[in-house]
Nanobody, 122 residues
Framework: VQLQASGGGSVQPGGSLRLSCTAS????????VGWFRQAPGKEREGISCFSSRNGSTYYPDSVKGRFTISRNNAKNAVHLQMNSLKAEDTAVYFCAAGLSLNIENENAYDYWGQGTQVTVSS
């Protein structure tokens, strides 16, 4: 199983980025999928998570209304649309997949991508 995250880069505050996560070896449509991020010196946090089993989603207040997780089952991919980016969004972003319903918890995920860097700076 392999997850590949892409789409990171550098953007100015207020800008947008769209991250993608593609999978091989599993069908993402059968899994809960989450995006997590880890900033320097901070713990990894869940920022956009979706459960295919009950349709629930999770966004922390820090990204609610700015970030949107979506699926493309035909391409076995998940995307993260990030708008109105702020300097505090700077981090390495990871995608993950798992079967647990506890989608906010990183321990619920069995498979992880390698991470893609997002830098928000003027």
């Amino acid at each position: 199983v392999q997850l590949q995250a892409s789409g990171g880069g550098s953007v100015q505050p207020g800008g947008s980025l769209r991250l993608s996560c593609t999978a091989s070896g599993i069908t993402l449509g059968n899994y809960a999928v989450g995006w997590f991020r880890q900033a320097p010196g901070k713990e990894r946090e869940g920022i956009s998570c979706f459960s295919s089993r009950n349709g629930s989603t999770y966004y922390p207040d820090s990204v609610k209304g700015r970030f949107t997780i979506s699926r493309n089952n035909a391409k076995n991919a998940v995307h993260l649309q990030m708008n109105s980016l702020k300097a505090e969004d700077t981090a390495v972003y990871f995608c993950a997949a798992g079967l647990s319903l506890n989608i906010e918890n990183e321990n619920a995920y069995d498979y992880w991508g390698q991470g893609t860097q997002v830098t928000v700076s003027s």
